[in-house]
T-cell receptor, first 115, second 106 residues
Framework: DAGVTQSPTHLIKTRGQHVTLRCSPISGHKSVSWYQQVLGQGPQFIFQYYEKEERGRGNFPDRFSARQFPNYSSELNVNALLLGDSALYLC??????????????FGSGTRLTVV | AQRVTQPEKLLSVFKGAPVELKCNYSYSGSPELFWYVQYSRQRLQLLLRHISRESIKGFTADLNKGETSFHLKKPFAQEEDSAMYYCALGTYKYIFGTGTRLKVLA
């Protein structure tokens, strides 16, 4: 089992551009969550998807969007990038929403730098 | 408002000394609390969950609803315990604290 895989690992974008980050959950996991981790802070919740439907959204602007595909992989899209979007973006997978007993399995993240 | 507070950014202890990483939370319902750990160059991974009352790598954490705390403890620190530790509150989503970096000195 490859675990949660994220791509790309690193990315440099210019202000105003658009970016797409990708995540493949652990086989058998149907829920994917996205977190943003700014340097020196804990991860902040952005989205959760389960069975291709949005189940939760954090306090992020509409420039952030996501979707989940039939194979349960997911994309996070960020439009009109700002310098403040520079962060490590983490994907976490679980068998279903609210799988608090087993916790979530995190990927290694995508490091986004906006210049 | 739901919140997790980890008051220490850095905690340095000597090998063999006891360790306590503090976590306080704010939540109106019955909390579900976790400790996650991130070793150098590794991904964030689950260490403990309060619901299972387990001991992992010698670490334990007790939920104290009266003090709204979920402190992480280990009686004898090891050098390999050096890592970033995050306390998290949550159900379908996590609210993470800002983390505490634990350095265990030889």
């Amino acid at each position: 089992d490859a675990g949660v895989t994220q791509s790309p690992t690193h990315l440099i974008k210019t202000r105003g551009q658009h970016v797409t980050l990708r995540c493949s959950p652990i086989s058998g996991h149907k829920s994917v969550s996205w977190y943003q981790q700014v340097l020196g802070q804990g991860p902040q919740f952005i989205f959760q998807y389960y069975e291709k439907e949005e189940r939760g959204r954090g306090n992020f602007p509409d420039r952030f969007s996501a979707r989940q595909f039939p194979n349960y992989s997911s994309e996070l899209n960020v439009n009109a990038l700002l310098l403040g979007d520079s962060a490590l973006y983490l994907c976490a997978s679980s068998q279903g929403p609210g799988q608090t007993f087993y916790g979530y399995t995190f990927g290694s993240g995508t490091r986004l730098t906006v210049v | 408002a739901q919140r997790v507070t980890q008051p220490e950014k850095l905690l340095s202890v000597f090998k063999g000394a006891p360790v306590e990483l503090k976590c306080n939370y704010s939540y109106s319902g019955s909390p579900e609390l976790f400790w996650y750990v991130q070793y150098s160059r590794q991904r964030l991974q689950l260490l403990l969950r309060h619901i299972s009352r387990e001991s992992i790598k010698g670490f334990t954490a007790d939920l104290n609803k009266g003090e709204t705390s979920f402190h992480l403890k280990k009686p004898f620190a090891q050098e390999e315990d050096s890592a970033m530790y995050y306390c998290a509150l949550g159900t379908y989503k996590y609210i993470f604290g800002t983390g505490t970096r634990l350095k265990v000195l030889a």
